[in-house]
């Protein structure tokens, strides 16, 4: 069953109960940035527009055909049954392909850490798996969040938007963008004013992506920067599993 979260922006009062319950859902402390980080999975941003305040949510899309699994080379990114988008841990070897290939700049890695993680929303896997909304849906007070089967919630922002055609724009985003994301969002402002691509987001972006990304491995994966690679991996998911590793014999030499 695929799950999904239906954003409205004509309903949003920008209130953040939604970060905030994002941020007790994952046990981070409590801010209020407006950007994405490894300690917001979700920010609600301002936009001023003809001197009215618009507050839209970014969050991962949990793209139908995700780039940043597309382009990782050891599997650590999986597209749920759910929709999900998950990240393990104990496989990523930190390279860091993901942020490059995301089309809307979402995963964010933990540069303050000696061994640095990637982050990003899981839309609230533990939850959902239990049978419960995510934690942003449950908390935000005007059904500007809903969650939901993604078929369901395609129906209800048909609806919405059938319902209130002066109010609304007359497009689903999410729908098509990046080859279909599990977060849909509806507006009664212009997309493109908010930020949202429409036009250069129509394409799966996992097969542009590899084009790239593929030759990367190749040049660097000679002499001792390799050696050195393979043992800093090796040593990041010993140390991610707590087992200690001893050092390699020369590593200040063998890298450059
Ligand atoms: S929005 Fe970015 S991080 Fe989220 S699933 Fe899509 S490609 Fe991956
Ligand atoms: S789905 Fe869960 S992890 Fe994602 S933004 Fe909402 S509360 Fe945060
Ligand atoms: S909880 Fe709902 S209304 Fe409040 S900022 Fe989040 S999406 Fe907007």
Not at 151 to 158: F, V
Not at 159 to 173: A, L, S, T, V
Not at 228 to 248: C, D, K, S
């Amino acid at each position: 069953m695929s799950y999904g979260i239906l954003f409205d922006v004509s309903r949003c009062i920008g209130c953040k109960a939604c970060m905030e319950a994002c941020q007790q859902s994952h046990g981070q402390a409590l801010n209020e940035s407006e950007n994405l980080s490894a300690n917001n999975f979700t920010v609600v941003k301002t936009k001023n527009l003809n001197d009215t305040e618009i507050y839209y949510r970014q969050l991962c899309m949990h793209c139908e055909k995700p780039s940043c699994a597309s382009v990782c080379p050891v599997g650590a990114f999986t597209k749920t049954p759910e929709g999900a988008v998950l990240y393990d841990a104990k496989k990523c070897i930190g390279c860091r392909y993901c942020m490059v290939a995301c089309p809307f700049d979402v995963p964010k890695y933990e540069w303050d850490k000696s061994l640095p993680l990637v982050k990003k929303c899981d839309m609230c896997y533990h939850r959902i798996t239990q049978g419960q909304p995510t934690a942003c849906a449950e908390a935000c007070p005007t059904e500007a969040t809903v969650f939901g089967k993604r078929d369901d919630l395609i129906k209800l922002a048909r609806e919405r938007i059938q319902n209130e055609p002066d109010k609304y724009k007359p497009y689903i985003y999410g729908l098509t963008e990046a080859g279909g994301t599990s977060i849909l969002v509806i507006s009664h402002v212009d997309f493109e004013e908010l930020g949202f691509k429409i036009k250069k987001y129509q394409q799966d972006f996992p097969q542009y992506t590899w084009q790239v990304m593929r030759e990367i491995p190749n040049v660097v994966a000679f002499g001792g920067v390799f050696l050195y690679g393979l043992w800093w991996i090796i040593n990041r998911r010993m140390t991610l599993q707590e087992i200690p590793l001893a050092e390699p014999k020369n590593p200040q030499k063998e890298v450059k």
